[in-house]
């Protein structure tokens, strides 16, 4: 089946008590046993819920994989591949990468002894030459959040496979409509649902996907022992987004390019940061490696001025002035002091995220009023 038959039918059948089409929410913490250690397939909620059940091969399906996780949000996700590690281990990972992953990275593992060193791994050399005895694990986000940097998946899994060294992507961006690294060679997918998947900015969740069965049952051993489980009805909520991801990819997409020419052709724009632009760096490969570039926007104002930026962002009328992304509605954002404000400013300077940056999280409005609304809030 083609990925836009799946996403509505996968891990999804009739229920056979009723004949639903969706998939019941089961709220339930427990099961009748017919027997001593006899159950028609579950026990306990936290170990499976029928609902999740549906999610989880819903996603494995969409993202290529064979195995799905879910989990009670994006970073619980992180978290629970981040227990694979132990102390004395070594984590590879992008210089760009949302603030809440920084953060888990730096504040909450490395105290524990998990090292971890920050590279472009838009540059492959830089990937090769980080990579120490140590190492166990590459972590990409691809396009990045919020730069839109873009690495060449499929070469840095070549480079893991002769390290013998996990690679993990964050896929949230893109979503497996716009690109599936497993089939680039990556081991493990991550998802923060809250975003595209979910797609209506009314559940926070999270999942894994892979297409090992080693990585599955001790991330599986993670997801039951730790608990950080999604409840059925949010289960539920994020099955119907999957339904209309395709549909809503493609809107999202279309609105974001012509957004994107409009800004780069404005002499009141300084910097655009979209991979669908010829003039962005990871252009050719994001071509390659992704089916379109995304509905997912950065730039600068001329002059790159954080004040300019801060009145930008409080005076949109369509944008709503939010964190997240990926919901139906735009959302605008000042990546230094929202979603990016808990990585030190000397760090984001580094990465070149200046003070001055805005994102912009495309939805499926009218193109044309969302060019107006920037239009006026940008001002002359």
């Known amino acids: 089946m083609k990925f836009s038959t799946r ?15 969706m998939t019941p929410v089961y709220l339930t913490s427990t099961y009748v046993q017919e027997a001593l250690g006899v159950h028609k397939g579950y026990g306990y909620s936290r170990t499976g819920n029928p609902t999740r059940a549906a999610l989880e091969a819903n996603l494995a399906s969409l993202e290529g ?13 992180t978290d629970a591949v981040l227990k694979l590690l132990g102390t004395g281990d070594h984590v590879v990972a992008g210089n ?30 830089q990937v090769r ?3 120490k005895e140590e190492t166990r694990m590459v972590w990409l986000e691809t396009p990045t959040n919020p730069l839109l940097k873009i690495t060449d998946i499929a070469e840095v899994a070549k480079i893991c496979k002769e390290k013998d060294v996990l690679l993990v992507v964050d896929n949230t961006f893109a979503t497996p409509y716009l690109q599936q690294p497993l089939a680039l060679g990556a081991d493990i997918v991550v998802h923060s649902v809250t975003k595209y998947l979910g797609g209506h900015s009314d ?19 993670i997801q039951n022992s730790v608990g950080g489980i999604p409840g059925p009805l949010d289960c539920f909520l994020t099955l ?13 997409c279309s609105n974001a390019e012509k957004i994107a020419h409009w800004l780069d052709s404005d002499d009141r724009i300084g910097k655009v940061f979209y991979p669908g632009l010829e003039s962005h760096e990871g252009y050719e490969i994001a071509s390659r490696q992704m089916s379109a570039p995304g509905g997912m926007i950065s730039f600068e104002l001329a002059g790159a001025s954080e004040e300019r930026a801060r009145e930008v962002v409080s005076n949109t009328h369509v944008f709503a002035l939010a964190e997240s992304l990926g919901g139906v509605e735009s959302l605008i954002e000042h990546p230094p002091t929202m979603t990016h404000g808990a990585i030190p400013v000397e760090v984001r300077h580094a990465e070149g995220l200046s003070d001055g940056l805005i994102r912009i999280s495309v939805g499926i409005e009218d193109v044309g009023d ?3 609304d920037l239009d006026q809030a940008i001002g002359r």
Not at 65 to 77: E, K, Q, R, V
């Open 7 to 21: 996403a509505i039918h996968a891990g999804q059948h009739p229920d056979p008590s009723t004949g639903a089409v």
């Open 65 to 77: 994989g064979d195995y799905g996780l879910c989990f009670a949000s994006g970073l619980a996700a």
């Open 96 to 125: 760009d990468l949302y603030g809440g992953t920084h953060r888990i990275f730096t504040q909450i593992y490395q105290p524990m002894g998990i090292g971890f060193d920050f590279v472009n791994t838009g540059d492959l050399d």
């Open 129 to 131: 030459d980080a990579i």
């Open 203 to 221: 559940v926070v969740g999270g999942a894994l996907i892979t297409s090992s069965s080693d990585l599955r049952d001790k991330l599986a051993f």
């Open 240 to 252: 119907r987004g999957t339904k209309t991801l395709a549909v809503r990819m493609e809107r999202h």
């Open 370 to 372: 969302l060019i107006e």
